[in-house]
């Protein structure tokens, strides 16, 4: 069963979705307008509950800081809300524990997982999605969510072209099932459908870029789509939970609100979002030890409704 998932690029794209075999969603960029808001229905499937590992594969070169930025999202959002600044990405998760209640679930509980590197590009630079799950199998096989994380010097089926991420779930085996997630860095092939709004878009209304909280582009353009990967992911991670639409080509959580990140957005223009006063960077949450991260706005099931945080 396949599920669709959201890159998180500019809101004057379109997402089109596209389903592989391996149970993996993907996002597509091809349109104009998002449609508006709606109710998510419960398709009465199983949602990730109890501990849940998040596990990261970083497959090619990253150095110790760009890691960092992601682990230390990773972190935050398990984090007390009163260990972090609000508005927080503690909060922001909140969101996604919301649909729990609506489904009467057990919360999931989590923690960073462990985390492998594979610099060496064992299976090469150009990547199927068969190999991304190959990958993601080096993580945790039970009560796991395995990242897959692809240095910007790695191609990917339908990177940039189709999609900036993916979501989906292995096969049943003897050793479980699982769920994992699929992130590249797009800073060198694609930042402009990637990476907006920190890189100028390549479509739709030509607005200056906005200063990357982390000061990398194609890292921070990760955490958003890394983020609104695992919205998906606990939302609907088996292709019968949340979502709006066709079970082929459904909207999600995230994906119901691409380009949104703060009050007043509209195509090309990402919302009011806060400043940071040293730097000029934009940002929407405060995650552990003084990280800034900009999240994508979620639909908040209460309202039906994109909730942005600022």
């Not at 669709?4 to 809101?11: P, R």
């Not at 199983?46 to 990253?62: A, M, V």
């Not at 009467?104 to 190999?131: C, F, H, I, M, R």
């Not at 994380?149 to 085996?173: I, K, N, Y």
Request: charged residues 15%; hydrophobic residues 40%.
């Amino acid at each position: 069963m396949a599920s669709k998932i959201h890159i998180s690029a500019l809101f004057g794209l379109l997402l089109m979705v596209s389903l592989f075999p391996t149970s993996t969603g993907a996002r597509k960029l091809t349109a104009l307008v998002e449609p508006p808001p709606t109710t998510l229905k419960y398709h009465e499937g199983h949602l990730l509950t109890g501990p849940i590992s998040i596990s990261l594969i970083w497959y090619g070169k990253f150095n110790p800081a760009q890691r960092a930025i992601l682990a230390d999202f990773v972190s935050s959002l398990p984090a007390a809300a009163a260990m972090q600044q609000e508005p927080s990405v503690a909060s922001w998760w909140k969101t996604v524990r919301s649909y729990y209640a609506q489904s009467k679930s057990p919360l999931p509980v989590l923690s960073l997982g462990k985390q492998v590197l594979d610099e060496s590009y064992s299976l090469g630079l150009s990547l199927t999605s068969a190999q991304l799950l190959m990958l993601a199998r080096r993580g945790g096989q039970r009560r796991a969510v395995n990242v897959v994380l692809t240095a910007e010097d790695v191609a990917v089926e339908g990177f940039c072209t189709s999609r900036c991420g993916t979501h989906g779930a292995s096969p049943r085996s003897k050793n479980g099932r699982f769920a994992y997630v699929w992130v590249g860095n797009s800073a060198a092939q694609c930042p402009g459908q990637c990476a907006w709004p920190f890189h100028q878009t390549m479509y739709g209304p030509q607005t200056p870029p906005l200063v990357a909280p982390n000061g990398d582009v194609g890292v921070d353009g990760m955490v958003i789509n890394l983020a609104s990967m695992l919205a998906g992911t606990f939302t609907n991670p088996f292709g019968d939970g949340f979502f709006q639409g066709p079970q082929e080509a459904p909207l999600e959580a995230a994906s119901a609100c691409t380009g949104v990140y703060g009050k007043n957005a509209y195509p090309g223009y990402a919302g009011d979002l806060l400043i940071d006063s040293t730097t000029g960077a934009s940002y929407n949450a405060n995650g552990l030890d003084g990280r800034k991260y900009l999240l994508p706005a979620l639909i908040d099931p209460a309202t039906s409704s994109c909730s942005t945080f600022v």
